[in-house]
């Protein structure tokens, strides 16, 4: 059997320079759980402390929830930089914003949490 295809595939570019995965599952399951009043998703949260915005928006920095990745920690989120796919982080609920930027190894915007 030969499988052609006729469609050619098309790079995108990105206006980023750095990004950062969030579990979906495990922020969903926590409802919430970080920032000043502990009422915002880790990837929000996380948004806001390195001055990133919403994935498709223009800005060198991007965090993306993305599907379940496996882990599942019990009052935690998984949290990884697309850079450092060796490096995992189970980020407890309550951590601080900036403490979980260093963890990942970012710098957070204007000392936000």
Do not use: N, Y
């Not at 880790?42 to 915005?53: I, V």
């Not at 929830?65 to 599942?72: A, F, N, Q, R, S």
């Not at 935690?76 to 963890?103: E, H, M, N, S, T």
């Amino acid at each position: 059997m030969r499988v052609t295809s006729d469609k050619t595939m098309k790079r995108v570019r990105a206006d980023w320079d750095e990004i950062v995965l969030v579990c979906r599952k495990c922020s969903k399951k926590l409802d919430g759980g970080f920032g000043k009043r502990g009422d915002q998703s880790l990837a929000k949260g996380l948004r806001k402390t390195l001055g990133a915005k919403a994935a498709g928006r223009k800005a060198s920095l991007a965090v993306i929830e993305v599907d379940c990745l496996d882990i599942c920690p019990k009052g935690a989120v998984v949290a990884l930089r697309a850079a450092a796919p060796g490096d995992w982080a189970i980020v407890p609920k309550g951590a601080p914003l900036d403490g979980v930027a260093r963890r990942l190894g970012l710098r957070a915007a204007g000392g936000h949490d």
